[in-house]
């Protein structure tokens, strides 16, 4: 005879069991939880010297991060892509510096966008053959300007290019514009009233070639303090990024500040301010992470921050404390399970903390007594089917 406490605990297992081969599929837990089961699953099969079935849950394991991965790198280049297209509207509507933001967005998002960093690192230059210096009136515009000396309204990029000027629209009455003349762009003005700046170069990105007004000997010699002042331009770049992590930082956007930095410390490993706010990023992190109670995440950001500066005391405070509150709290979830007679949650629970301290509470005791009570359970269901 079957006692009615034994009876009851194996129709709760029988309701059970028809739920748990589906749980992979129905169960409601994070991606980062299931890829820990599977790791877990997979360390005790190989330990008990089952290594197929070791090798089939680290392989589950590795799915799931895989799928996790390719679906953020999915959202992030499409978003990406939307920031990068955002900047060539503003770009075509003379609004450089709005432009130059977007792209810079884009290449966040995606460090490897082509499109992106061609356009942030392209630097074509052209020389200017000459110019002539024209005085905006009330109600003109660069269109009107480029439709007045070029005969052509969307040539008008090559004003604000030519003025350096991060926003084509903006220009105001009484303000001075050089108008360039460019070698191939028909000049509509006689040539007495133009001036030769023969040395003087403008960023042309696509539309023309360099002049040749100058002496070979001063025309190479032109050529190679341009080349020396992009190769400053690039190492500027890097302060770029290092201006953009730190405000990043200061907007709260911490893990876009980091990816901004690291490219900062790709160049100069032992750059101060990358290294300080880089510290700061993963700290601030860790605290909002913790105060979320997502433990294991909080100590793995203050851990990072000990590459930054290993004597942070704080940070050593948070990862003990992390790792308690993180083992407490499944230790607490088992418990609660094991009394609920949610004998396979129980165990998930517990078998999280052994993951991170074996001797936490006796939680290996526990896996191994709620493991007997299923077999044993097992081995009613299978008694009583056979009496039926």
């Known amino acids: 005879m079957i006692k009615r406490s034994e009876l009851s605990i194996l129709i709760y297992i029988i309701l059970v069991a028809s739920i748990v081969g589906c749980v992979p599929l129905i169960r409601k837990i994070s991606d980062e939880r299931v890829a820990k089961a599977y790791l ?15 090798l089939r849950q680290y392989k589950l394991a590795m799915t799931v ?19 990068y297209k955002a900047g060539l509207k503003f770009h075509n509507n003379g609004k450089y510096g709005l432009a130059h933001q977007q792209f810079l967005i884009a290449l966040r998002l995606w460090p490897d966008y082509p499109e992106a960093v061609e356009r942030l690192t392209s630097r074509k230059r052209i020389k200017i053959k ?38 084509a629209a903006r220009v105001h009455a009484g303000q001075e514009i050089k108008v360039p003349e460019i070698e191939g762009v028909e000049f509509l003005v006689g040539k007495g009233t133009l001036k030769r700046e023969a040395r003087e170069t403008v960023d042309s990105g696509s539309w023309g070639r360099e002049g040749h007004a100058l002496k070979e000997q001063e025309y190479e010699e032109t050529l190679e303090a341009e080349h020396k002042e992009e190769e400053k331009q690039s190492v500027d770049q890097v302060a770029i990024y290092r201006e953009n992590g730190v ?34 990023s993963y ?13 294991l995440a909080a100590k793995d950001r203050f851990e990072s921050c000990l590459l930054y500066k290993s004597d942070c005391d704080k940070c050593h405070m948070y990862i003990e ?56 359970v097992e081995e009613l269901k299978k008694s009583q089917q056979e009496r039926e």
């Open 247 to 280: 405000d990043l930082f200061r907007k709260g956007e911490y893990q876009e500040a980091i990816v901004e930095l690291d490219k900062v410390l790709n160049v100069y490993p032992e750059d101060s301010m990358a290294l300080e706010y880089s510290f700061k």
């Open 130 to 167: 000459s110019y002539i210096v024209h005085t905006i009136e009330q109600g003109e515009n660069l269109s009107q300007l480029a439709e007045k000396y070029y005969g052509d309204p969307g040539k008008f990029h090559i004003i604000a290019k030519c003025n350096n000027l991060t926003d």
């Open 40 to 54: 877990q699953r997979g360390r005790e099969h190989e330990n008990e010297g089952d290594l197929v079935e070791a």
């Open 283 to 295: 700290f601030q992190q860790g605290v909002a992470l913790f105060e979320k109670k997502d433990y």
């Open 321 to 376: 404390r992390s790792e308690n509150s993180y083992n407490e709290m499944h230790y607490q979830k088992g418990v609660e399970c094991f009394a609920g007679e949610q004998l396979v949650e129980a165990i998930e629970e517990w078998e999280l903390v052994r993951v991170i301290d074996p001797n936490y509470k006796e939680v290996d005791h526990l896996i191994n007594k709620a493991k007997k009570i299923l077999k044993k």
């Open 65 to 83: 991060a895989v799928d996790c991965r390719n679906r953020v790198d999915t959202k992030l280049r499409s978003l990406a892509q939307k920031h």
